[in-house]
């Protein structure tokens, strides 16, 4: 069974490696390419709700900084100006696919509180149903705890559930889970389909990451765990080529899918 050819509602996570160079600037080429296919989704009749990370990198990187601030004012101004340029350039660019983008930004006490919960899922419903396309992120500039502790791999299986999404896919900078960790021992094989996400599944996520984002494989697994456990099913697959979720919604096995619990 293909669990994404019929998705209509997802989920896309795409984090900060994804989107700056190595340099901390904009991945422009990326980026395009990355709204081009999500437009083109959208066009296909999909919906399609963006979880974008990048404010602080971006932040740091327009605010000329050597390197991310250590204080937690430094970061949260960081990310009141990375979000600003990250929203221009998302609405420009999808803007020229005829999209219309709306930014929500959300705080962990929005989604625990039933009512603020509720009230979340309306205005997702509306925006949905209105052609929008929701751009998410963490409200990093009031909500201290959240750049402490926060990280968008978990925010986008919340906000998967929320809007009840048919799938989540999170972009990252490598192509799926692997046995081992694929930067140590580049064999490492790749593991295509997980059933069911177990003590071992979280054990050989550990340690693996990527160097400009918060969350490294472990946040990502722990976010299927909580999507498949919602009955959504997840995949993690390389964002190098955003294309790849043309192959991932045209049922070819690409990255690793985490198939959703039944009830
Ligand atoms: N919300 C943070 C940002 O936009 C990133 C969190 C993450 O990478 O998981 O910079």
Redesign the pocket.
């Given at each position: 069974m293909n669990y994404f050819q019929n998705a209509k509602r997802v989920v896309v996570k795409v984090?900060?490696s994804t989107l700056t160079h190595e340099t901390g600037k904009l991945n422009l080429r990326r980026m395009r390419e990355l709204v081009r296919v999500l437009s083109d989704l959208k066009n296909a009749g999909c919906e399609i709700i963006l979880v974008?990370?990048?404010?602080?990198?971006?932040?740091v990187s327009k605010l000329k900084l050597e390197r991310r601030p250590h204080d937690i004012g430094g970061r949260q101004a960081c990310?009141a100006v990375?979000?600003c340029e990250?929203m221009y350039i998302y609405d420009k660019l999808f803007g020229e696919y005829g999209h219309v983008t709306a930014q929500v930004l959300l705080t962990r006490d929005c989604v625990d509180e039933h009512v603020r919960n509720m009230n979340i899922q309306n205005a997702f419903e509306r925006l949905l149903d209105l052609g929008a396309l929701p751009i998410i992120?963490?409200n990093?500039t009031v909500a201290v705890e959240?750049?402490v502790f926060?990280?968008?791999?978990t925010?986008s299986a919340i906000v998967a559930k929320i809007v009840q999404a048919d799938a989540l896919v999170i972009l990252t900078d490598i192509d799926g889970l692997h046995e081992e960790n694929p930067k140590i021992n580049p064999q490492a094989k790749l593991i295509p389909v997980v059933e069911e996400i177990t003590q071992h599944t979280r054990d050989i996520a550990g340690g693996t990451g990527s160097s400009r984002?918060?969350?490294g494989m472990i946040?990502k697994v722990e976010a299927a765990e909580l999507a498949t456990s919602a009955g959504i099913v997840t995949a993690i697959i390389d964002s190098s080529d955003p294309d790849n979720l043309y192959r991932l919604f045209d049922g070819e096995s690409i990255g690793t899918t985490f198939l959703p619990k039944r009830a």
């Open positions: 984090g900060t974008s990370s990048g404010a602080i990198g971006v932040g990310a990375g979000q990250l992120n963490e990093d959240e750049i926060g990280d968008n791999d925010l984002g918060t969350g946040t």
